[in-house]
């Protein structure tokens, strides 16, 4: 009786999915320093390292198989070309939409109400701003925000939502996926002669 009772109160949740949805929520990558002046920093583009830290995790995702069935940007100019560029590494080919739930001003209700006008897609990805994606994220799978996740730039978060709640998967910033691509070219053993 109380496991049926769970089961339906899940299904009321917002973000109860039946089939499975992976949503990825991606930070801008590398725009330099901040500007003080917000209609010259909304147009701050991607510093070198920035770029390469697309290219590094966009081949992270192609190797996992991540395959995104649509990506949505915040439309400032650092989070459309980190989406751009992470999505030409992952051979997608369609137009990166843009939201402005993925803004730095957007509030928690219109994130909810972007992520519910995808539900019917497996993969999603979403590049946004810090702080609203590791709140967005705490919210995500808590229920209530309690969770600290700490989102460095050009960090990618999965989580499943057919969970209830959410389950955050796993969380990779470019430092953790240089490290692992770094590790996997050198063996673990150490090196003896045969003579």
Same mark, same amino acid.
């Given at each position: 009786?109380l496991?049926?009772?769970?089961k339906?109160?899940?299904?009321t949740?917002?973000?109860?999915? *039946?089939?499975?949805? =992976?949503?990825y929520?991606?930070?801008?990558? =590398? &725009?330099?320093?901040?500007?003080?002046?917000?209609t010259?920093?909304?147009?701050?583009?991607?510093?070198?390292e #920035?770029?390469?830290?697309c290219?590094?995790?966009?081949?992270?995702? #192609?190797?996992? %198989?991540?395959?995104?069935?649509? @990506? @949505?940007?915040?439309?400032?100019?650092?989070?459309?070309?980190?989406?751009?560029?992470? #999505?030409t590494?992952? #051979?997608?080919?369609? %137009?990166v /939409?843009?939201?402005?739930?993925?803004?730095?001003?957007a509030d928690?209700?219109?994130?909810?109400?972007?992520?519910? !006008?995808?539900?019917d897609r497996?993969d999603?990805?979403?590049?946004?701003? =810090?702080p609203?994606l590791? %709140?967005?994220?705490?919210?995500?799978i808590?229920?209530?925000?309690?969770?600290g996740v700490?989102?460095?730039?050009?960090?990618v &978060?999965?989580?499943?939502?057919?969970?209830? *709640?959410?389950?955050?998967?796993?969380?990779?910033d470019?430092?953790?996926?240089r490290?692992?691509? /770094?590790s996997?070219?050198k063996?673990?053993? *150490? !090196?003896?002669s045969r003579?």
């Open positions: 009786m496991r049926s009772t769970f339906e109160r899940a299904k949740s917002p973000f109860y999915h *039946p089939d499975p949805m =992976n949503l929520l991606m930070r801008h990558a =590398n &725009a330099g320093l901040s500007r003080g002046n917000p010259l920093d909304a147009k701050r583009g991607l510093i070198k #920035g770029k390469d830290q290219m590094l995790m966009g081949r992270l995702l #192609g190797s996992m %198989k991540v395959q995104p069935e649509v @990506i @949505i940007s915040s439309p400032l100019k650092r989070c459309l070309q980190t989406a751009q560029f992470v #999505g590494e992952l #051979g997608y080919d369609t %137009k /939409e843009v939201s402005s739930a993925l803004g730095p001003d928690y209700i219109s994130f909810q109400r972007l992520i519910e !006008k995808y539900v497996d999603v990805l979403m590049v946004g701003h =810090n609203n590791f %709140k967005f994220i705490g919210r995500i808590t229920g209530n925000g309690a969770a700490r989102m460095r730039k050009g960090s &978060a999965r989580i499943d939502m057919s969970k209830h *709640p959410p389950l955050l998967q796993w969380l990779v470019p430092r953790m996926a490290s692992i691509y /770094e996997v070219g063996s673990s053993r *150490p !090196k003896t003579k």
